[in-house]
């Protein structure tokens, strides 16, 4: 058998980029003579900017410093140990940089072994151990203090979580035996599986003291300070510590199926480390830690080495690191100043709009639209958003004074707009509407002012193609959503200069929005690999497959919402205008169908009603429907569906509508919440074989979401 110190020198010199941290020991006398004490602190010797994570070396630190204090504590020289973070941050778990390049069963068992085997450790020493939860804790920074007899949390706390089920793994350095041995069955699901697959939730500190998982709370001033008194009180026995009993009866099991019945709605078994976390919490149920560390490094290992978890942290690496350098943006140093904004409309979209200007750059929005009765509706709409926001506390009186101050509306563009720096406009989805607003706007808006428009499929080189300064108009596509979703689609029109674009990119990044550059080229990325795979699904009800069969053929993949549910957000006369736009581009791939012409004649908002809580397809649009005699099976309409996505998105990288297959990704991920265990999509195109079948080519070289070669 190898040694735990064996077994992270082997996984070291597998990572040899690791940012290590560090674990210092220091003594000290407790409060009130309670004694001589050892704290360990994490520190990587960065700022809270960089989070201190566990590599193996940095494993192997903490093990060492486990060896001081285990001997100390055998001796009889110290009363007690405790476990706390660098300033901000706790710990953030396993170093994800290192999981990325493992390529074998063995090495990746031994990450999970050499964990659970340092980490134990801290409960087998022969005085109390205490974790000192004093900032942001994920992951294994979570698990190594569920390993200590006692936890205290700072009520400054801004993030704790065990998110690795969201990434395609499960918590496996203890989290899955431990935490439901504390807390509870039903509210471990809540914080392994729940948390995690709702978009990784965080807790803060006062839900990680009220779930039990932290026996007091201390203000985030003087936390370390009010957290050895309180330790010190329970080394005299002044302050016993009492956790609720935990049911092992018929509750447990219920909160496995509970945990089940979540990971089927968000995932629908098309992701398997949900159901491997549930498969060990079920199983801990008897208390056996030993045996549930086990079956962790099991699933650790065999996740590790699977599909899901590449994608996951490709889709992670996306979101947070090429989400910040947009591929292809021009020079940051060219963007210009934005101290005025102007919307044209003042509908519900460009309403959202201006709120988000507002909020993000806290400069005077300027709304105009035809009529004075649209105009107060548009402000009034932002002045209510802003009464919301200071209800819920999320700002005070006096920016609440401020924003509404800083919104307006006019009848007169040339009042609303001759000092504007930015001008987006929000109008009806019609090519002769648009080109007449920006001739009207370019008459009266200053010479630097950019003109973006929020089309979703109309093409920005013509509506820019009668203006006397083409140059500076710029698509500028939302999703909605505005407030959720992520994704700018920022669109270069053939005459766009750079400096309007990086002007473009700079407000996106005040926006904290997820910017990607696309060509001007019919529906850009989302819509257009929306509208090629719901097309596809149309065409197999419209040919003769039951509705319901058409639906569950993509169930699999794990999207957010089924294909007709997410027509119904969209808008059934939207999702119809964009496909006669691609169907004008591209008539040999791109249908209209006439059942959805159909639906919208008869003015009905989607397929569905709602009568019985779920979705049930509507009688009268199931008169409506005229469909064929060819019936296919779910997997026929999966086949089919996800090879026309192939080829689309093949044909949109030889267009060069992005950078990359890794844009597409992105655009799906923060455009229209796919999935991070499909990483976007183009992953699992590449693992399930239809890229090769359809293209001749995977999207992306192995390794690259997958495991290394």
Not at 226 to 236: D, K, P, Y
Not at 242 to 269: C, F, L
Not at 456 to 476: C, D, I, N, Q, Y
Not at 633 to 653: H, K, N, P, S
């Amino acid at each position: 058998m190898s040694t735990t110190a064996e077994l992270l020198k082997g996984a070291a010199e597998l990572f040899p980029d690791e940012v290590v941290t560090s674990a210092h020991v220091r003594h000290f006398e407790l409060p009130g003579g309670a004694g001589r004490f050892a704290l360990i602190t994490l520190d990587n010797g960065f700022d809270h900017t960089k989070p201190t994570t566990f590599g193996p070396q940095s494993l192997a630190n903490l093990n060492t410093a486990i060896d001081q204090v285990e001997k100390e504590a055998a001796e009889g020289s110290i009363v007690g140990v405790g476990l706390t973070g660098k300033p901000f941050i706790f710990a953030v778990g396993a170093d994800l940089k290192g999981v990325e390049l493992l390529k074998r069963h063995e090495d990746a068992l031994a990450i999970g072994k050499g964990g659970h085997d340092v980490f134990r450790r801290l409960s087998g020493l022969a005085v109390p151990t205490f974790a000192y939860y004093n900032g942001a804790a994920m992951g294994g920074g979570v698990e190594v203090g569920l390993h200590c007899t006692y936890r205290t949390v700072s009520a400054a706390l801004p993030a704790f979580s065990l998110p690795e089920v969201f990434l395609g793994l499960v918590p496996g350095w203890g989290g899955c035996a431990l935490l439901p041995n504390l807390i509870g069955a039903d509210r471990a699901v809540s914080v392994i599986i729940e948390n995690s697959l709702n978009q990784n939730k965080q807790l803060k500190g006062k839900q990680v003291f009220e779930l039990g998982i932290a026996d007091a709370i201390f203000e985030g001033a003087d936390f370390l300070e009010q957290s050895l008194i309180w330790t010190a009180s329970v080394l005299r026995g002044e302050l016993e510590v009492v956790r609720p009993e935990i049911d092992r009866g018929e509750a447990w099991d219920q909160a496995v199926a509970r945990g089940k019945a979540i990971a089927d709605s968000k995932v629908h078994g098309a992701a398997p480390a949900a159901y491997r976390a549930l498969e060990i919490i079920a199983a801990a149920k008897d208390g056996d830690l030993s045996a549930g560390f086990d079956a962790e490094d099991t699933a650790l290992a065999d996740l590790i080495m699977g599909g899901e978890l590449r994608s996951g942290i490709y889709a992670f690496n996306l979101v947070q690191k090429r989400a910040k350098r947009p591929a292809g943006a021009p020079d940051k140093s060219l963007a210009r100043p934005v101290t005025k904004v102007g919307v044209v409309g003042a509908g519900l979209m460009a309403s959202q709009l201006a709120l988000l200007f507002l909020r993000r750059l806290e400069v005077p929005v300027v709304l105009t639209d035809i009529d004075q009765e649209r105009v107060d509706k548009g402000v009034g709409y932002v002045h209510a958003e802003i009464d919301k926001l200071l209800g819920k506390g999320r700002i005070n009186q006096d920016k609440a004074n401020r924003l509404k101050g800083l919104v307006s509306g006019v009848l007169d563009k040339a009042e609303g707009f001759s000092d504007a720096d930015f001008i987006i406009e929000a109008v009806f989805e019609e090519m002769g509407v648009k080109q007449q607003v920006f001739a009207e706007v370019e008459a009266v808006a200053p010479a630097h002012a950019i003109l973006a428009t929020n089309t979703s499929s109309l093409s920005v080189s013509e509506m820019a193609s009668k203006l006397k300064h083409p140059e500076r108009v710029v698509g500028f596509h939302f999703f909605n959503p505005v407030a959720i979703l992520p994704l700018l689609e920022i669109v270069r029109g053939e005459q766009t200069d750079d400096a309007s674009l990086a002007t473009a990119f700079g407000v996106a990044r005040k926006l904290k929005k997820t910017a990607v550059l696309c060509k001007d080229a019919p529906a850009f990325v989302v819509n257009r690999i929306l509208t090629r795979f719901m097309g596809e699904i149309q065409n197999t009800i419209d040919e003769g497959t039951p509705v319901e069969v058409a639906e569950k053929a993509v169930e699999p993949l794990g999207l957010p919402m089924s294909p007709l549910v997410l027509l119904e957000l969209v808008g059934p006369a939207i999702g119809l205008h964009v496909s006669e736009t691609l169907n004008r581009a591209f008539p040999e791939r791109f249908t209209v169908s006439p059942n959805l012409a159909a639906v919208v004649k008869a003015g009905k908002r989607g397929f569905y009603v709602y009568d019985s809580g779920k979705p049930e397809l509507d009688p009268e649009v199931a008169a409506l429907l005229k469909q064929g005699d060819t019936v296919l099976t779910e997997e026929q309409v999966r086949t089919r569906v996800m090879e026309a996505v192939a080829q689309e998105i093949g044909l949109m990288l030889e267009e060069g509508v992005v950078a990359e297959a890794q844009d597409i990704d992105l655009c799906l991920i923060t455009g229209a919440g796919w999935p991070f265990h499909l990483g976007g999509i183009t992953p699992y195109l590449d693992r399930e074989g239809y890229s090769e079948r359809v293209n001749g080519k995977k999207f992306l070289p192995q390794g690259v979401a997958s495991v290394p070669a």
